[in-house]
């Protein structure tokens, strides 16, 4: 009688628990976050692994994780945040079509949007839009990859693990797709990929070592008189009469002003590796304003030291550049210099051959392609090197298609890249590198991985399945790239 008593108790305790657990556990259908997979001692598995913390890549993580992936973010920088947050990169540049229609799309677009409000102008405001995009996504900061290890699949390589060190011990990831998302090749340039020829590839003869435009390191004012500069230019209008006394692309509104080049060109640094261009200057508000005009040459971005020097030097020609400009430009007479980024605006670095790498001629001709995943259109934009210091242009495009496969590593099975890293040729990359560009792009791939990962690689899409993919964009998305 004992024994009956305690398998009823037994069997009631074990429906109960059964009942419990029904309640906590989510249905099949649910879609819940599991634990990344294990690969083995010390391996964990990803079904992405983005390597840097650049905007672009957060909104490819943010929208494969929507889409129920496993992602993880290894930056191998100590603080978050690069171009946007840490190089305080905030004079947007926004692409416009030949009608001057706006082509930005996507999550930035909410950056973009903020921005022409006036709602994000300051640093702490820009800072709470990304800590918006990151919200959520596992993130381990201060990596150092030490190896990597490729197997063969199907004619081509794939990259089956890293290994990296963090504080003192060292750590392995697995994925189905690593993407590059840093402005110095943490990731490409441990792997067997070839580099693009870069602005060199414009200079006369042959065999030049390898070049890139010039950093930024960003100039912030305070006790600035807006007013003042812009009622100044509005006294030599009309435009025509502004460009030829201040220089060409002079231009000032409530919001920003550009150019005075026919100034700012005049001033001397006391270091030949600076130089001061025309002043892309954002009101932020308040007598501040941060100026993206004092450009540095040579810096690699994959040198820390390197990359300390430049910051260091810029912020010792500051405060004459605060002078000459408090001498020279219309309400900087009682300007203030206002602190300093953390870290440089690095435009270009090297870029590795993709699956198709974009040319000239498809961004002029405002080619569109069958796997678009971003549609582009800004001025072809070189900025400045030592060989050519005064930087150079080739045009306005009108809009253009950036196609999956120029994110796509050749000869590489799993690998994209992402931001600066997109494949494209020298002058197709003066338009392709801005910002809202390659964040449409990278949010557009996350996109995809989440809905055809599980069932298709993306090397193997095809015409049809991007046929199906851009009605979906657009019809959940809001994200047009047909047209």
């Known amino acids: 009688m004992n024994i009956l008593k305690v398998s009823f108790r037994s069997i009631t305790a074990l429906l109960i628990a059964a009942l419990i657990v029904q309640w906590i556990v989510p249905y099949p259908q649910a879609k819940t976050v599991q634990a990344p997979a294990s690969c083995g001692s010390g391996c964990i598995r990803y079904d992405i692994v983005v390597i840097g ?45 030949k009608n001057k229609k706006s082509l930005v799309q996507g999550d930035i677009k909410e950056l973009f949007d903020g921005f022409k409000k006036g709602s994000i102008r300051k640093a702490s405001e820009f800072n709470k839009y990304y800590d918006k995009m990151i919200k959520g996504i596992p ?26 060190q963090m504080n003192g011990r060292s750590h392995q ?3 189905g797709y690593w993407v590059e998302n840093t402005d110095f090749n943490a990731l490409t ?53 502004v460009q030829k006394k201040y220089g060409p692309n002079t231009y000032v509104d409530w919001n ?19 130089v001061l261009r025309g002043m892309n200057t954002l009101d932020q508000g308040h007598g501040e304003v941060i100026m ?29 550049v605060l002078e000459y400009m408090r001498k020279n430009i219309p309400g900087f007479s009682k300007a203030e210099l206002n602190g300093y980024p953390e870290y440089l605006y690095i435009r270009d670095y090297n870029r590795f051959e993709t699956e198709y790498v974009m040319e000239y001629e498809d961004v002029k001709n405002s080619r569109m392609f069958w796997d678009n995943v971003s549609i582009g ?10 060989r050519i210091p005064k930087g150079i242009g080739f045009g306005k495009t009108d809009r253009y298609g950036m196609p999956l496969r120029s994110f796509e590593l050749k000869s590489y099975e799993n690998v994209l890249v992402i931001g600066k890293n997109v494949g494209a040729s020298i002058k197709a990359y003066g338009t392709a590198r801005i910002m809202p560009n390659t964040a449409l792009a990278a949010q557009t791939m996350g996109i995809i991985l989440g809905r055809e990962m599980k069932d298709k690689r993306l090397k193997d899409l095809t015409k049809d399945d991007f046929l199906r993919i851009h009605a ?12």
Do not use: C
Not at 210 to 220: F, Q, V, Y
Not at 377 to 386: E, K, N, P, V
């Open 53 to 97: 913390s650049e905007i672009q890549g957060v909104l490819l993580a943010r929208e494969a994780m929507k889409h129920g992936l496993d992602v993880v973010i290894l930056d191998p920088r100590s603080k978050l945040g690069g171009e946007l947050v840490l190089g305080q990169m905030h004079f947007l540049d926004e692409p416009n079509d």
């Open 139 to 164: 993130i381990k900061s201060g990596i150092e990859i030490q190896s990597v290890k490729t197997v063969a699949v199907k004619g081509e390589k794939s990259l089956q693990s890293l290994t990296y």
């Open 173 to 175: 990831v697995q994925a």
């Open 189 to 241: 340039g441990k792997l067997d990929a070839k580099r693009i020829p870069g602005i060199e590839s414009l200079y006369q003869g042959s065999g030049h070592d390898p070049d890139h435009m010039a950093a930024t390191l960003m100039l912030r004012f305070k006790k600035v008189d807006w007013r003042k500069l812009h009622q100044a230019i509005l006294n030599d209008y009309p435009l025509t009469n």
């Open 256 to 274: 920003i002003a550009t150019g005075l080049s026919n100034i700012m060109m005049k001033y001397k640094p006391r270091d030949p590796q600076l």
């Open 292 to 320: 993206n005009a004092l450009l540095i040459y040579d810096v690699d971005p994959a040198d820390k030291k390197s990359v300390q020097n430049a910051i260091n030097k810029g912020r010792a020609e500051a405060p004459y």
């Open 377 to 386: 259109g800004y001025s072809i934009d070189l900025q400045a090197t030592t």
């Open 472 to 483: 979906y964009l657009k019809k959940d998305y809001n994200i047009v790239l047909d047209k």
